[in-house]
């Protein structure tokens, strides 16, 4: 039906998924195009700027590996959400293998980074490890507003909670990230 | 005002707030009279200053597709790439290497043979030649056929 050609973009993820899984390549690519910038925003909020390129395309790599046995419990946003986590968590495993910091030295960080200011990079290699030392309920009601600018209502969805609560937990998340700000 | 009341009031505010930022639209920050409020509104602008929305995510996301592509067919391609075990011993891409082995099989056989192959009339007896030279051979031959096996099964 769709094979062998580029398949709608206005195609549902689940039929995209299907069409990828009876051997057409190409329902990936839009599901890439599609789900790219919530991933590499949200990689972007917590790993170091070099690297964040690195860790998308391996979220992805995975996802299109994985897909033959996605079953579709919850949707594919949602599962793509859980395995970024991972994959940011391990990312952060391997350098603590490797006896790396947390976070790139700034110097280092800076050296490799071209097109942002170092006073710009400090800052948000500062914001990065704040985000990272949050408690995991914060960091997320954060990276869903900010990183995937879903609405506080779609969080709300998203999370089984009431609208109240979200926000409630977002000042009480904005006023933690200050407090590790300042220390 | 009781102090949950306070806290809801501040839950909204800091939500409207953040809501009018990331929306583009001016968000008048809350006077100070609301310290912590104000605080807060600081926070928020220092996180949405910090990562400015990328304004070339289009022309990005294409670059980051090909490379996403070109990474995915060289990850094809080594997996698909055979050991250095089963390249030597695939016998029909490498018929040199099955001549070989032959070559080395009949050789050992040879050596092995040879002591106990005595040529018509001769009186000299193959005693200097123990069984345990035959169990080595045998051993040899056995641990290719396992080389052999093992790197057909990977």
């Known amino acids: 039906m769709q094979n062998n050609k580029t398949p709608s973009h206005d195609l549902s993820d689940e039929f995209l998924i ?108 500062f914001l990065q490890r704040a985000l990272q030392n949050l408690p995991e309920s914060y960091r997320e009601v954060l990276l869903l507003r900010f990183a995937e600018e879903m609405q506080f209502n779609e969080i709300a969805d998203h999370t089984g909670q009431n609208l109240e609560a979200v926000k409630s937990l977002f000042r009480r998340a904005v006023s933690a990230l200050r407090t590790h700000l300042e220390t | 005002m009781d102090q949950e009341t306070q806290y809801t009031e501040k839950d909204s505010k800091l939500a409207d707030f953040t809501d009018r930022l990331l929306g583009g639209k001016t968000a008048p920050i809350a006077s100070a009279s609301d310290e912590e409020l104000l605080h807060l509104e600081q926070t928020v602008l220092r996180l949405t200053h910090a990562f400015p929305p990328d304004s070339q995510r289009d022309a990005k996301a294409k670059q980051m597709l090909v490379r996403f592509k070109n990474r995915v067919s060289r990850e094809e391609t080594q997996a698909v790439k055979p050991s250095f075990w089963k390249r030597l011993f695939d016998f029909h891409a490498n018929p040199q290497a099955g001549l070989l082995l032959a070559v080395v099989t009949v050789l050992i056989l040879a050596v092995v043979a040879l002591p106990f192959i005595q040529p018509p009339g001769s009186s000299v007896s193959g005693s200097a030649i123990t069984s345990g030279n035959f169990y080595i051979a045998a051993g040899m031959i056995l641990v290719l056929l396992v080389v052999y096996w093992i790197s057909h099964n990977k």
């Open chain 1, 18 to 125: 299907q069409n990828f899984r009876d051997g057409n390549t190409e329902a990936f690519d839009v599901l890439y195009l599609r789900h790219l910038p919530r991933v590499y925003n949200r990689v972007r909020y917590v790993v170091p700027e070099n690297d964040v390129e690195d860790v998308t395309q391996e979220i992805f790599l995975a996802a299109m590996k994985s897909l033959a046995s996605f079953r579709g419990d919850a949707k594919f946003g949602t599962w793509l959400r859980t395995l970024t986590n991972h994959k940011v968590a391990e990312y952060y495993r391997r350098r603590a293998r490797k006896q790396e910091p947390r976070l790139a030295p700034l110097t280092e960080a800076i050296a490799q980074t071209t097109g942002s200011t170092s006073q710009s990079l400090e800052e948000r290699i």
